[in-house]
Protein backbone atom coordinates (compact mmCIF):
# COMPACT_ATOMS: atom_id res chain seq x y z
CA UNK A 1 0.00 0.00 0.00
CA UNK A 2 1.04 3.21 -0.66
CA UNK A 3 1.85 5.56 2.94
CA UNK A 4 1.01 9.30 2.66
CA UNK A 5 2.63 10.93 5.64
CA UNK A 6 1.54 14.51 6.62
CA UNK A 7 2.88 16.41 10.17
CA UNK A 8 0.25 16.62 12.46
CA UNK A 9 -0.26 19.93 13.23
CA UNK A 10 0.42 23.22 11.80
CA UNK A 11 -0.06 26.81 13.88
CA UNK A 12 0.31 29.81 11.78
CA UNK A 13 -1.19 33.45 12.08
CA UNK A 14 -4.19 35.12 10.54
CA UNK A 15 -3.20 36.16 6.96
CA UNK A 16 -0.24 34.31 6.93
CA UNK A 17 0.94 31.39 4.72
CA UNK A 18 0.16 27.86 5.52
CA UNK A 19 2.11 24.96 3.73
CA UNK A 20 1.04 21.41 4.40
CA UNK A 21 2.79 18.71 2.90
CA UNK A 22 2.35 15.44 2.03
CA UNK A 23 5.00 12.76 1.22
CA UNK A 24 4.21 9.08 -0.32
CA UNK A 25 6.36 6.32 0.10
CA UNK A 26 6.06 6.07 -3.83
CA UNK A 27 5.44 7.82 -6.67
CA UNK A 28 1.69 8.30 -7.31
CA UNK A 29 2.30 10.28 -10.87
CA UNK A 30 2.01 8.29 -14.09
CA UNK A 31 3.78 10.36 -16.81
CA UNK A 32 2.78 13.56 -16.06
CA UNK A 33 -0.39 12.79 -13.90
CA UNK A 34 0.21 13.00 -10.39
CA UNK A 35 -2.67 11.38 -8.83
CA UNK A 36 -2.61 13.34 -5.16
CA UNK A 37 -5.57 15.34 -4.24
CA UNK A 38 -6.51 17.48 -1.19
CA UNK A 39 -9.26 17.40 1.10
CA UNK A 40 -10.80 19.86 3.80
CA UNK A 41 -12.66 18.26 6.50
CA UNK A 42 -14.63 20.87 9.27
CA UNK A 43 -15.55 18.87 12.46
CA UNK A 44 -19.13 17.33 12.48
CA UNK A 45 -18.70 17.34 8.28
CA UNK A 46 -18.06 15.42 5.72
CA UNK A 47 -14.71 16.25 3.87
CA UNK A 48 -14.72 18.99 1.13
CA UNK A 49 -12.46 18.29 -1.94
CA UNK A 50 -10.44 21.43 -2.86
CA UNK A 51 -7.24 20.23 -4.97
CA UNK A 52 -7.15 17.37 -7.73
CA UNK A 53 -4.37 15.86 -9.29
CA UNK A 54 -1.75 18.16 -7.64
CA UNK A 55 -2.37 21.64 -8.71
CA UNK A 56 -6.10 21.81 -10.07
CA UNK A 57 -8.86 24.44 -8.11
CA UNK A 58 -12.21 22.48 -7.89
CA UNK A 59 -15.09 24.14 -8.40
CA UNK A 60 -15.87 26.97 -6.17
CA UNK A 61 -12.66 26.60 -4.10
CA UNK A 62 -11.41 30.00 -3.27
CA UNK A 63 -8.47 31.06 -5.29
CA UNK A 64 -5.97 31.55 -1.67
CA UNK A 65 -5.92 27.80 -2.08
CA UNK A 66 -2.91 26.21 -4.12
CA UNK A 67 -1.38 22.86 -4.56
CA UNK A 68 1.97 21.52 -6.48
CA UNK A 69 4.44 18.77 -6.56
CA UNK A 70 5.21 15.91 -8.35
CA UNK A 71 6.12 12.01 -7.65
CA UNK A 72 6.45 11.79 -3.85
CA UNK A 73 6.15 15.39 -2.40
CA UNK A 74 3.27 17.16 -2.38
CA UNK A 75 2.26 20.74 -0.98
CA UNK A 76 -0.91 22.41 0.10
CA UNK A 77 -1.04 26.21 0.37
CA UNK A 78 -3.32 28.43 1.75
CA UNK A 79 -2.47 32.02 1.36
CA UNK A 80 -3.63 33.96 3.48
CA UNK A 81 -4.95 31.79 5.70
CA UNK A 82 -8.26 32.99 7.26
CA UNK A 83 -10.31 32.29 9.99
CA UNK A 84 -12.77 29.91 8.02
CA UNK A 85 -9.79 27.55 7.26
CA UNK A 86 -9.71 25.93 10.59
CA UNK A 87 -9.92 22.46 9.67
CA UNK A 88 -8.18 19.05 9.01
CA UNK A 89 -6.66 18.64 5.55
CA UNK A 90 -6.29 15.53 4.11
CA UNK A 91 -3.88 14.25 1.08
CA UNK A 92 -5.58 11.27 -0.86
CA UNK A 93 -3.63 9.15 -3.65
CA UNK A 94 -5.20 7.34 -6.48
CA UNK A 95 -2.18 6.11 -8.35
CA UNK A 96 -3.13 2.41 -6.90
CA UNK A 97 -5.68 0.35 -5.10
CA UNK A 98 -5.95 0.59 -2.31
CA UNK A 99 -6.69 4.58 -2.09
CA UNK A 100 -4.84 6.03 0.96
CA UNK A 101 -5.05 8.72 2.55
CA UNK A 102 -2.58 10.52 4.49
CA UNK A 103 -3.35 10.69 8.68
CA UNK A 104 -4.38 14.62 8.07
CA UNK A 105 -2.79 17.35 9.05
CA UNK A 106 -4.65 20.08 11.55
CA UNK A 107 -4.36 24.34 10.62
CA UNK A 108 -4.82 25.92 13.80
CA UNK A 109 -4.41 29.86 14.56
CA UNK A 110 -1.25 30.88 16.71
CA UNK B 1 -26.99 19.58 -8.49
CA UNK B 2 -25.32 16.36 -7.33
CA UNK B 3 -26.61 15.43 -3.49
CA UNK B 4 -25.41 11.80 -1.77
CA UNK B 5 -28.20 11.38 0.89
CA UNK B 6 -27.19 8.55 3.29
CA UNK B 7 -29.73 6.63 5.79
CA UNK B 8 -29.95 7.57 9.66
CA UNK B 9 -27.19 6.79 12.43
CA UNK B 10 -27.42 3.36 13.22
CA UNK B 11 -26.68 1.34 17.03
CA UNK B 12 -25.80 -2.86 16.36
CA UNK B 13 -24.81 -4.94 18.55
CA UNK B 14 -21.98 -6.82 18.43
CA UNK B 15 -22.11 -10.20 16.17
CA UNK B 16 -24.97 -8.63 13.44
CA UNK B 17 -25.00 -6.92 10.60
CA UNK B 18 -26.36 -3.38 9.23
CA UNK B 19 -26.88 -1.98 6.01
CA UNK B 20 -26.09 1.58 4.64
CA UNK B 21 -27.81 3.39 2.43
CA UNK B 22 -26.98 6.03 0.06
CA UNK B 23 -29.04 7.61 -2.47
CA UNK B 24 -27.85 9.73 -5.42
CA UNK B 25 -29.92 12.09 -6.86
CA UNK B 26 -28.81 14.83 -9.88
CA UNK B 27 -26.70 12.25 -11.32
CA UNK B 28 -26.76 8.23 -12.51
CA UNK B 29 -24.48 6.39 -10.72
CA UNK B 30 -24.22 4.41 -13.39
CA UNK B 31 -21.09 6.36 -14.86
CA UNK B 32 -19.64 6.26 -11.73
CA UNK B 33 -17.74 4.59 -8.99
CA UNK B 34 -19.19 4.70 -5.51
CA UNK B 35 -17.09 4.92 -2.68
CA UNK B 36 -17.40 3.86 0.88
CA UNK B 37 -14.74 5.72 3.54
CA UNK B 38 -14.82 5.21 7.47
CA UNK B 39 -13.60 7.59 10.16
CA UNK B 40 -13.47 6.47 13.64
CA UNK B 41 -13.42 8.78 16.78
CA UNK B 42 -10.78 11.54 16.38
CA UNK B 43 -9.12 9.67 13.63
CA UNK B 44 -8.82 10.16 10.23
CA UNK B 45 -10.24 8.72 6.65
CA UNK B 46 -9.56 4.78 5.42
CA UNK B 47 -11.35 3.61 2.32
CA UNK B 48 -13.18 0.48 2.64
CA UNK B 49 -13.45 0.03 -1.38
CA UNK B 50 -15.64 0.51 -4.36
CA UNK B 51 -18.20 -0.46 -6.86
CA UNK B 52 -19.06 -0.29 -10.34
CA UNK B 53 -22.71 0.33 -10.67
CA UNK B 54 -22.98 -0.75 -13.76
CA UNK B 55 -21.95 -3.85 -13.48
CA UNK B 56 -21.65 -4.74 -9.87
CA UNK B 57 -17.54 -5.07 -9.46
CA UNK B 58 -16.23 -4.12 -6.68
CA UNK B 59 -12.62 -3.59 -4.69
CA UNK B 60 -12.25 -3.59 -1.41
CA UNK B 61 -9.48 -2.83 0.81
CA UNK B 62 -7.27 -5.47 2.29
CA UNK B 63 -8.76 -5.57 6.23
CA UNK B 64 -12.42 -4.51 4.94
CA UNK B 65 -12.76 -8.03 2.53
CA UNK B 66 -14.53 -9.89 5.05
CA UNK B 67 -16.16 -7.16 6.77
CA UNK B 68 -17.82 -5.22 4.06
CA UNK B 69 -20.24 -5.45 1.39
CA UNK B 70 -20.40 -3.12 -1.15
CA UNK B 71 -23.63 -3.53 -3.96
CA UNK B 72 -26.19 -1.01 -5.48
CA UNK B 73 -29.32 -0.62 -7.53
CA UNK B 74 -29.14 1.20 -10.62
CA UNK B 75 -32.94 1.63 -10.61
CA UNK B 76 -33.20 3.54 -7.53
CA UNK B 77 -29.81 4.70 -7.95
CA UNK B 78 -28.79 3.82 -4.51
CA UNK B 79 -25.21 2.32 -3.06
CA UNK B 80 -25.08 -0.29 -0.29
CA UNK B 81 -23.04 -1.54 2.30
CA UNK B 82 -23.12 -3.81 4.78
CA UNK B 83 -20.90 -4.84 7.81
CA UNK B 84 -20.94 -8.13 9.03
CA UNK B 85 -19.68 -9.71 12.27
CA UNK B 86 -19.95 -5.60 13.99
CA UNK B 87 -17.43 -5.46 16.90
CA UNK B 88 -16.86 -2.38 18.79
CA UNK B 89 -13.91 -1.34 16.03
CA UNK B 90 -16.67 -0.87 13.52
CA UNK B 91 -17.92 2.29 16.08
CA UNK B 92 -17.44 5.07 13.15
CA UNK B 93 -18.78 7.50 10.61
CA UNK B 94 -19.07 5.74 7.49
CA UNK B 95 -19.50 8.02 4.18
CA UNK B 96 -20.09 7.03 0.77
CA UNK B 97 -18.61 9.05 -2.26
CA UNK B 98 -19.07 9.46 -5.45
CA UNK B 99 -16.59 9.22 -8.05
CA UNK B 100 -12.58 10.04 -7.70
CA UNK B 101 -11.01 12.04 -6.95
CA UNK B 102 -14.18 12.10 -4.65
CA UNK B 103 -16.15 15.21 -5.78
CA UNK B 104 -18.94 14.28 -4.25
CA UNK B 105 -19.75 13.11 -0.27
CA UNK B 106 -22.71 11.94 1.20
CA UNK B 107 -23.07 13.77 5.10
CA UNK B 108 -21.76 10.31 6.92
CA UNK B 109 -23.65 8.17 9.23
CA UNK B 110 -22.72 7.17 12.57
CA UNK B 111 -22.75 3.66 13.69
CA UNK B 112 -22.15 2.64 17.01
CA UNK B 113 -21.68 -1.27 18.11
CA UNK B 114 -22.35 -1.23 21.49
CA UNK B 115 -23.91 -4.35 23.51
Known amino acids: DIVLTQSPVLAVSLGQRATISCRAS??????????MHWYQQKPGQQPKLLIY???NLASGIPARFSGSGSGTDFTLTIDPVQADDIAAYYC?????????FGSGTKLEIK | EVQLQQSGAELGKPGTSVKLSCKVS????????MHWVNQRPGKGLEWIGR????????IYAEKFKSKATLTADTSSNTAYMQLSQLKSDDTAIYFC????????WGQGVMVTVSS
Open chain 2, 97 to 104: AMSQPFDY
Open chain 2, 26 to 33: GYNIRNTY
Open chain 2, 51 to 58: IDPANGNT
Open chain 1, 26 to 35: QSVSISSINL
Open chain 1, 53 to 55: RAS
Open chain 1, 92 to 100: QQSRESPLT
